[in-house]
């Protein structure tokens, strides 16, 4: 199974883009959030999933991105959670910069 939901700016304006991509398989579940079109930021932005914090990522020539898996591995995060249900979103010092809005992860 593979989910895709696509991020947009949050405010009408903003700039910004991105998607998140949740694929589970019989021996392994992923789930991974690109962006680009941000600017560069001193500190990180923050990925919010089902409005809990899910981790940092650093925005380099205006592109980043976080990923998780279960099971864990080299490096990459434990994903611990189920991103289907839920709204995804990236702040940066608490403003909201893009969203999935109403949309869930969906084939």
């Given amino acids: 199974m593979q989910l ?16 998140a991509k949740f694929w589970e398989r019989t021996d392994r579940s992923d789930f991974k ?3 680009e079109g941000l600017p560069e930021s ?4 923050t990925l919010k999933v089902c409005s809990e914090d899910r981790g940092e ?11 998780y898996r279960s099971p864990e591995s ?4 434990l994903l611990d959670f ?7 979103e990236l702040f940066e010092g608490g403003e909201l910069l893009l969203t999935s809005g109403d949309a869930l992860l969906s084939e």
């Fill in 74 to 77: 080299e490096g990459i995060p």
């Fill in 33 to 35: 959030v690109e962006v």
């Fill in 42 to 45: 001193e500190g990180p932005y």
């Fill in 57 to 67: 990522m650093i925005i380099t020539a205006g592109s980043g991105e976080l990923a």
């Fill in 4 to 19: 895709e939901v696509s991020l947009y700016p949050a405010v009408e304006g903003g700039s910004g883009e991105g998607k």
């Fill in 82 to 88: 189920d991103p289907r249900p839920c709204p995804i």
